[in-house]
């Protein structure tokens, strides 16, 4: 009955930004973590971001000083945004949240993906 659904994929060139969004949607009581993964060709998925329902974050190296993760929890909502980007960014990004719903059955859920694709 929960669904997550990303959006702000696309194309930009190397340096550019673009921010992710992701919306949870269904019969939520809490959602806890929230975070992004991403899954590039021919490699395994890694984390990208997450953050707490308090507002602690954590980054991958790779990505830190260049995105941001935040969060609206009168929306459900989580934010990725990335800024400088670079070609080897390139990849399927997937919103993960754990979420309580109205049954009191707490599950992870995942998004179907958004692409983003850095190339000049």
């Known amino acids: 009955q929960v669904q997550l659904v990303e959006s702000g994929g696309g194309l930009v060139q190397p340096g550019g930004s673009l921010t992710l969004s992701c919306v949870a949607s269904g019969s939520i009581l809490s959602i806890n973590g929230m975070g992004w993964y991403r899954q590039a060709p021919g490699k395994q998925r890694e984390l990208v971001a997450t953050?707490?329902?308090?507002?602690?974050?954590n980054y991958a190296d790779s990505v830190k000083g260049r995105f941001t993760i935040s969060r609206d929890n009168t929306k459900n909502t989580v934010y990725l945004q990335m800024n400088s980007l670079k070609p080897e960014d390139t990849a399927v990004y997937y919103c993960n949240a754990d979420i309580v719903d109205s049954d009191l059955h707490f599950s992870p859920y995942w998004g179907q993906g958004t692409q983003v694709t850095v190339s000049s």
């Open positions: 953050i707490r329902s308090g507002g602690e974050t």
